[in-house]
């Protein structure tokens, strides 16, 4: 294989966040369970309400039976608080109307708390800023990147013009919506940019449909030696390193 590296003739670069620059620290699972144990505990015990793990598993059931209708007309949100409403009646426990999008933003602020920032990201965006521009391609809601970006100080690196989000379901990567838009925000042709992400399916695919080359995270332990290898996609180069501050050698 050909190594064309270092990455030349690009004018931005484009990262996803989760996983990519920030750590997710918690996952879906263990938010659900540590949010309603939290409210478990400050209930009456007699109260008849069901054990975290009942409820998830309750919920779960309910989530793939309606799996199916995730890619329709419900949005991700709604889909949730549907599940877990459906599950809270069977399970017969008595909760106000809007308990479960209230139980939904503190299982989503739960697991913006315990986000890190990934090693060595600050260096590297200081770095890579001077020479380009850098932006945010995200399926997040714009007011956790938003959140996210300014609690570990990285907005100077990502005007609020250069941060891109879905508004709707269907606009969301692998789509190309986000990356045309961000193309052309950027005043730039899908080769002059590249996007880095930890997601082979909505990074990677994503951008290589809308014209973009793309750099793939696969993160391996720390024993392991880092290298950076390179294949094609269709017509577009993808690039595969294990930390992000191998950028800075994929960039020269």
Not at 44 to 67: E, N, V
Not at 81 to 95: H, R
Not at 167 to 188: M, N, R, V
């Amino acid at each position: 294989m050909s190594q064309s590296y270092p990455i030349r003739e690009k004018k931005a670069i484009c990262f996803d966040v989760n996983q990519t620059l920030i750590y997710q620290g918690v996952h879906f699972e263990q938010a659900f369970i540590a949010v309603w144990d939290d409210y478990f505990a400050r209930s009456s015990r007699d109260s008849g309400f069901p054990q975290p793990d009942k409820l998830w598993s309750a919920y779960q059931s309910k989530w793939q039976q309606h799996k199916k209708l995730r890619g329709g007309k419900l949005h991700l949100d709604d889909l949730q608080q549907k599940c877990l409403n459906e599950a809270l009646q069977q399970l017969d426990v008595p909760v106000h109307q809007q308990f479960a999008a209230d139980f939904f933003q503190m299982l989503r602020n739960h697991r913006l708390a315990a986000k890190s920032l990934a090693p060595g990201v600050l260096d590297t965006l200081r770095r890579l800023s001077s020479h380009y521009k850098l932006a945010i391609i995200s399926n997040s809601p714009r007011s956790d990147v938003v959140h996210l970006l300014n609690r570990f100080g990285l907005t100077g690196y990502f005007p609020d013009d250069r941060v891109f989000t879905a508004h709707k379901h269907y606009d969301k990567k692998p789509g190309s919506s986000l990356f045309k838009t961000a193309i052309h925000t950027l005043e730039l042709s899908p080769k002059q940019a590249v996007m880095v992400g930890n997601s082979w399916k909505h990074d990677v695919c994503g951008a290589v449909k809308s014209g973009m080359d793309a750099v793939w995270i696969q993160r391996q332990i720390d024993t392991q030696p880092k290298k950076i290898s390179q294949q094609k996609l269709g017509k577009r180069n993808v690039y595969c390193i294990q930390q992000i501050d191998q950028l800075l050698e994929l960039f020269g």
